[in-house]
């Protein structure tokens, strides 16, 4: 397992992370240093409420941190404005939810092509690519499905091949079996370990689940927004 | 394109409320343009109102005559190209309960009268014979299709204004040069009025309604109506002398508060349309935050976000807006039909439609700017913890 490890692909350096509610302000994460190898399949776990969702917000760069960088494949994230972010967002990440988060007036191949549709490829290119992503996740049959026509772990699967279908070499994501059945959830893990051996994927995931943390190769606690 | 393929998806998502905002905003734009039209038709006289007459009316007020012998020194006035005289008629018709047989009778100069009325289009071979029978009388063509006046009718009057029973013979139909022009009016011989007066009542005798007058340069106006006013200064009857147009405006400004209601009305639509049409946007898009959300996430821009959420506002206001519009001609057509002589013309006008498209698309755009404002200013990562 431990073979494809090479430099780093994240690295979150010195990062603090504190909200403003009114005047007050609350500390959420503190200090944070990691680096994410590439190749890694690294399991964030700790209790509610730790800053675990922010801290993999802050990696994705959905959010940004107050204090410390955020360096991606060698781009200091901070860095970038928000337009550049969310071009560098789409290049470079896939997002998966505990709540799927599909459209739910598209399909599943409409849902799928979501991310294509802010590149440059062909009509023909996209759809090999939706198609390819689909078939990966084992949803070949279901292309025409709408989101409710479709089970918990087989929305999943469509938000995972959503997150793939760019090819992205980070994937992170939040909870992804939080809200699954045990056999679902099952399937959603052999998938993410897939897509980590097999297609060289470094995946961030926040979990609650130590059956789904066993897949992972490094577990890292969080513990009231530092790292235990 | 993505966007607009989105937006229609998002406007069928709740069939039901997309429906019945189409329809609400379809309602007030119907009403708003059924406003507008009343409030023109209303004031149509003045817009129909010719730039080169003048009337001159009695100076206290409008009811009470003036004397025949004005005529010609009227006429000789420096400026003046013609002049004739009216006179209301009133009388009653059938039922009088009912709008239709309220129709205005008028008694004119009939030498004269058409030679300052070009927009009265009436063959000469019928004016001709109208001119040579003293009880004949000329009536619009829109009055006689509501009547079914034909050439050789009789049209039987019971005179209150002048009383005894008047009997007028259709010699001629005259039809309006100009959409705007009144085709509802019946005119007879003021000739055949003043000698059955003379017979009934000879105090009456020799007294005409108002005069009307074409003057040679429109420029002019305000001298001729000077000099006319001057000459009967000291006279018993008083005249005022005002331009067509203002005459006609003195009507309309009679029922102003009427229209000034009306306008407030049509105002409150636009309130309302904007109400109707930013309830719904604002309750869709403040379901869909989180979905927004994730198509920033995914790299999707703020004028994605801002795409969508204006084109589902600019789709329900430019379904409903037209639907409106529509509905508009329908409700004139009704209203010109249940009062025919009452508004003698009534036509949608091209500024009503353009102002109810307008009112329509701005409140398409109004109504998104507050919802897209915040999906704009949403934090991605906080509208993610956003429960939709
Ligand atoms: N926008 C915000 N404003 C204020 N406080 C916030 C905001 N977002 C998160 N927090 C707080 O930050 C802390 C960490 O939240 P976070 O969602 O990262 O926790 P978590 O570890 O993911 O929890 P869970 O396991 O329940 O998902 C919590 O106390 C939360 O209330
Ligand atoms: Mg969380």
């Known amino acids: 397992m431990g073979e494809s490890i090479g430099r780093p692909m994240v690295e979150v350096r010195n990062v603090s992370k504190s909200y403003h509610r009114d005047s007050i302000e609350i500390p959420v994460l503190q200090q944070i240093n990691i680096a994410v190898p590439e190749g890694e399949f690294l399991a964030l776990m700790g209790p509610s409420g730790s800053g675990k969702t922010t801290l993999l917000n802050l990696i994705a760069g959905i959010d940004r941190p107050t204090s410390g960088e955020v360096i991606v494949q060698g781009t200091n994230i901070g860095q970038l404005n928000e337009s550049a972010l969310a071009r560098w967002r789409a290049s470079h990440i896939g997002f998966v939810f505990q709540f799927y988060n599909l459209l739910p007036v598209l399909t599943a191949f409409d849902n799928v092509e979501l991310p294509l549709l802010l590149t440059n490829l062909s009509k023909s290119e996209r759809r090999n690519r939706v198609e390819l992503a689909l078939k990966l996740v084992g949803l070949a049959d279901r292309m025409a499905h709408y989101p409710k026509q479709l089970s918990g772990g087989q929305e999943q699967r469509v938000a995972i091949a959503r997150a793939i279908v760019t090819d992205p070499t980070l994937l992170v994501a939040d909870e992804p079996t939080g809200d699954l059945d045990k056999v679902s959830a099952g399937e959603i893990m052999d998938l993410l370990d897939r897509l980590n051996k097999e297609f060289r994927k470094t995946i961030v995931m926040v979990t609650h689940d130590p059956r789904a943390a066993e897949k992972a190769h490094t577990v890292t606690h969080l513990e009231k927004g530092e790292l235990a | 394109m993505f966007v607009l393929n989105l937006v229609l998806k998002n406007t069928l998502r709740h069939k039901l409320r997309t429906l019945l905002t189409i329809f609400g905003i379809a309602i007030a734009v119907a009403a708003f343009g059924f ?50 005289f009216a006179n209301w008629f009133g009388g009653v018709y059938k039922d009088a309960a009912d709008f239709k047989n309220f129709f205005p009778r008028i008694a004119v100069e009939s030498d004269t009268y058409f030679d ?20 004949a009388c000329i009536v619009g063509a829109k009055l006689a299709a509501e009547q079914g006046f034909a050439l050789g009718d009789v049209i039987p009057i019971e005179g209150d204004i002048f009383p ?42 020799g007294m005409v309604g108002w005069y009307v007058i074409q003057v040679d340069r429109p420029d002019d106006m305000p001298r001729v109506g000077g000099e006319i006013d001057g000459m009967f200064e000291n006279s018993r009857a008083r005249t005022k002398t005002e331009t067509e147009r203002e005459f006609q405006q003195s009507f309309v400004s009679m029922s102003s508060s009427i229209i000034t209601s009306l306008k407030a009305a049509s105002y409150l639509i636009v309130g309302i349309i904007l109400l109707v049409l930013a309830n719904t946007i604002v309750m869709s898009a403040r379901e869909r935050m989180r979905e927004y959300a994730v198509l920033k996430t995914i790299g999707f821009s703020g004028i994605h976000i801002v795409g969508l959420i204006g084109g589902e506002s600019m789709v329900i206001a430019i379904l409903g807006g037209a639907i409106g519009l529509a509905l508009t001609f329908p409700a004139a057509g009704a209203l010109a039909a249940a009062f025919p002589t009452f508004f003698p013309i009534v036509n949608v006008e091209p500024l009503t439609i353009i102002i109810a498209a307008g009112v329509s698309l701005a409140a398409g755009l109004v109504a998104a700017m507050f919802p897209a404002m915040r999906a704009l200013r949403m934090n991605t990562a906080d509208g993610l913890r956003s429960v939709g």
């Not at chain 2, 003048?54 to 409008?62: L, N, P």
């Not at chain 2, 000789?76 to 190209?81: C, H, M, Q």
């Not at chain 2, 300052?116 to 009880?135: M, T, V």
């Not at chain 2, 000698?195 to 005798?205: H, W």
């Open chain 2, 116 to 135: 300052l009325y070009p927009e009265f289009i009436i063959s000469p071979d019928q004016l001709a014979l109208f001119k040579a029978e003293r009880n």
């Open chain 2, 35 to 84: 406003i507008r039209t009343i409030v023109t038709a209303w004031s149509a006289g003045v817009e129909a109102s010719a730039q080169n007459r003048m009337i001159t009316r009695h100076a206290v007020s409008f009811i009470l005559p003036l004397p025949y012998s004005y005529l010609d020194r009227i006429a000789n006035v420096p400026g003046v190209s013609a002049a004739s």
């Open chain 2, 164 to 205: 005894g029973r008047w009997e007028f013979t259709v010699r001629g139909i005259y039809r309006g040069r100009d959409r705007t022009t009144d085709e509802t009016q019946m005119f007879f011989h003021w000739k055949y009025l003043n000698e059955r007066i003379r017979e009934m009542q000879p105090a009456r005798e």
